[in-house]
């Protein structure tokens, strides 16, 4: 099925809305799961809201917080989610970086005591939009990523994001998660009905799983690289970066220790961190976009290995999902809107799509 852009977050703000989330909140929660739906992240948009049902039955969810800013400096800022879903915080968060960044050049805000806040690119979008280099980092609820040499999981697919202004050519969009894979892509696998490749997950003795529904009984996944021998180390490096700039920074929780030192706590605490960058700091105004421009075409310039499949810069396939969605609609699995139908009738919200 293919349900218009507008339509399918209609339906999410329906579904928010009768939850008790305020219509602001409820918007800008759809609008950050929109940012993912639209541009083909399909496992971080309208995919994530049977996690979010579950979440907020079990009380995890605080649909009315009050978010607060703790502490703050000219450059840098801390906040409270109050047990939000991560997605109004993490807006607010990175409008203040924003904000910041415009008069100082630089700035970074991180967040404690979130939930899970969709697609990191979302938010570096909201920085290269305003005409600043955005970086956007979270941590995670669920331990599901095992190190190098490790049978056992200490780390999520700890997402790095990072978006830069172009001037004539869109913005340069990476949005990439630590592991070889996102859990998310092992759910729409299957909902689709398909397998996945060799190396994204593992089972309890450390095969490699190709059945997604077997992979999402006892997820395992790999670090980005798979093995050692193609360079997992260093996919387990960048998430431990990650964790320490979303954990140890603000005070959230590290998924693995969560137990031993937080004993009986049922709340997520999950942490942000997010970073602006104002090019116009360093070079005179227009200088860095016109270099950027410059790298993109050189980039897309290079000759191919294959006749007929050129070479793509971060954020093409996104743009290319983004031109061909707002014509023809975000494709929803069959699977994925009995889901959501369901979801929606428990709530007592209107069906929509």
């Known amino acids: 099925m293919r349900v218009p852009f507008d339509t399918l977050k209609a339906q999410l703000v329906a ?31 309208a995919t994530m809201m049977q996690l979010y049902s579950e979440q907020f039955a079990a009380g995890l969810i605080n649909v009315r917080p009050e978010i607060r800013v703790l502490r703050q400096s000219p450059v840098t ?24 960044c415009k008069k100082s050049g630089l700035a970074a805000v991180a967040v404690k005591q979130s939930n899970h806040y969709g697609s990191a690119g979302a938010y570096a979008l909201m920085a290269a939009e305003a005409g600043l280099i955005g970086m ?20 999520g697919t700890n997402p790095i994001a990072f978006a830069a202004p172009g001037k004539k050519h869109p913005m340069f969009y990476l949005d990439m998660a ?9 759910k729409v696998a299957n909902l689709n009905g398909k397998s996945v490749p060799e190396g994204w997950a593992l089972d309890a003795a450390g095969n490699p799983v190709t059945d997604p529904a077997l992979a999402l009984q006892k997820v395992l996944l790999t670090p980005l690289g798979a093995t050692r021998t193609m360079g997992s180390h260093k996919g387990y490096g960048l998430a431990a970066m990650v964790e320490v700039l ?21 709340h ?23 270099d950027l421009d410059d790298m993109i075409e050189a980039l897309r310039a ?44 428990n709530a007592g919200a209107p069906w929509l799509i």
């Open 268 to 290: 997520n605490n999950i942490g942000h961190f997010f970073l602006a960058i104002d090019p116009d700091a360093f070079r005179d105004e227009g200088e860095f976009e016109d």
């Open 15 to 45: 579904i928010f809305t009768a939850w008790g989330m305020s219509e602001a909140h409820a918007r800008t929660t759809a609008e950050r799961m929109g940012a993912a739906d639209i541009r083909g992240i399909d496992s971080h948009g």
């Open 302 to 345: 290079t000759r191919p290995t294959e006749a007929g499949r050129p070479v793509l810069v971060a954020g093409d396939p996104e743009q290319a999902a983004m031109k061909d969605r707002l014509v023809n609609g975000v494709p929803l699995p069959d699977m994925l809107t009995g889901q959501l139908k369901a979801i929606a009738a």
């Open 246 to 266: 979303c954990s140890m920074v603000p005070g959230a929780w590290y998924a693995p220790t969560r137990e031993a030192r937080h004993p009986g706590e049922q």
């Open 178 to 186: 630590t592991s070889t894979a996102a859990v998310g892509k092992l």
């Open 77 to 100: 800022a801390l906040l409270d989610a109050d047990h939000a879903l991560g997605h109004v915080p993490a807006t607010q968060a990175m409008e203040l970086a924003i904000a910041k």
């Open 136 to 155: 956007s980092f979270t941590s995670v609820w669920h331990a599901v990523v095992v190190p190098t040499f490790a049978a056992e999981p200490m780390f």
